[in-house]
């Protein structure tokens, strides 16, 4: 671990601050160079759409517009989309760092920024009247261009970005004081990234002592904590983020204090949240202001349409697709072990809630007489028909049913049996933070192999990433992924 001795402070930061300087000029072009290209791209798409809807066979289609107009009367309609759906990108803060590194987040933005656009477009030309009147199937080509050639034009500039040159001057450059375990796992889990917000610069020790943590070696230790404001002054970094357990509110706030007077953003990692953070949300009640955790994608309501709607769906062409395979499986299962070919389960679900699980029985009607315990690999109570069922996911095929009940969705953490959740609950750090939402026939944690006779935290860990950042896209990739990675089967 190198040290930065205090009275060389200043011609040893020198050049960080240089680096800064230069980083900060080459951010604010790449910026003014995606804003410029992405209103070239907005209204190439739009002058397209114009072009399709009138000088095409699609100016037939609709009703036909009975007064006459050039192209250069629809340019103020042009202008106006344009520059509204730029200002809808800019209230999404499409131009952050974060999502400038981040082509996911990119997406994100422009598909909800499209749909709002639409919408807003179509009322602004209704209430103003424009002339010549709007056409929604120019609007229509409108959206539909945007969401193609926005998304084309993002991932080339994110290419170019997501190079180690100009990655670096998007990144924030953060100064640490203190160090704990917390960021120490985050640190090691995303420092090779190509999104990761942060560059670290450096860190101070904790005000009572030496660091609990370990510090990577190549990790600077610059100063101490009474040196603080000289190295702001000195402009070595653009954030202070505070991860020493130890400090007191009083030492706190007197960093805070100095971060504003040097203009340098303040940021803590709260040791008391380890769970689901992407939800925590500042409110204020009777002036008092209250962290907590209330924004999770699935605590939207539209969104639990958008998955319910999908869910309903996947689940009926689900159970009329699988008729057959349940008949043929059915059959074997039957003729290798007599007996019911079907298993049910209790399983807990949303927020604790109980239900029956069915699955085409994969193991021997006795399997379970001396206790409830995991599959392993080569389990001796599973059935010849059984393997084969798991390694395919034949067995999951039923839970359609259940999905279509509500009792269960397409995708999420797999659900377990309120018995082995007593114990799961008391061993496994947030394991019941996995119920916040319905259990799924497949999830992250099965798609990256962590199913049977695999680590209980890993599993976790994946359920609840699961959790923090879901969409629709996401969904979509894990039933892909369901079918093409089996990983830790039976």
Sequence with gaps: MSSIDSGKMGASTMPIRQTAET???????????????????????????????????????????????????????????????????????????ANLLSYTNSLRIIFKASFIWLLSYLALTLIFKFYPPISRVYCGLGLALILTILPIWRGILWRVISSDTNAQSLRQRALVVGWNEDFAHAVEKFSNASDRPFEIVGVIPPLEGDFKTPVPEQM???????????????????????????????????????????????????TCFQVLLSGLHLESVGGIPILGISR??????LNRYIKRCIDIFGALVGLALSGPIIAVFGFLI??????????????????????????????KLDAETNGVGWTVKDDPRCLRVGAFMRKWNIDEIPQFWNVLKGDMSLVGPRPERPELILQFKEEIPHYNARHNIKPGITGWAQVNGLRGDTSLSDRVQFDLHYIENWNVILDFQIMFLTFVKREGAC
């Design 296 to 301: 999770l994608p699935l605590h939207s309501t």
């Design 220 to 270: 600077p230790v610059m100063g101490s904590y009474d040196s603080l404001e000289a190295l702001l002054q000195l402009r070595v970094c653009q954030v202070v983020v505070v991860a020493d357990d130890a400090l007191r509110s009083g030492n706190l706030m007197h960093i805070a204090a100095v971060c504003e007077k040097e203009m340098v953003e303040f940021k803590l990692v709260p």
């Design 23 to 97: 980083s900060r000029a080459r951010y604010h072009r790449l910026v003014a160079g995606a804003f410029v290209a992405d209103f070239v791209a907005i209204t190439l798409a739009l002058t397209l759409a114009l072009w399709l809807r009138f000088e095409t066979k699609l100016s037939q289609f609709g009703v036909a517009y009975s007064g006459e107009f050039s192209a250069f009367d629809y340019l103020q309609h042009i202008a106006v989309g344009a520059v509204l759906m730029m200002m809808i990108l800019g209230n999404f803060r499409f131009y952050t760092r």
């Design 334 to 363: 039957h003729r290798e072990s007599p007996g019911s070919i079907f298993y049910r389960q209790r399983r807990l679900g949303a927020n604790g809630q109980v239900f029956d699980m069915i699955k085409l029985r994969s193991m």
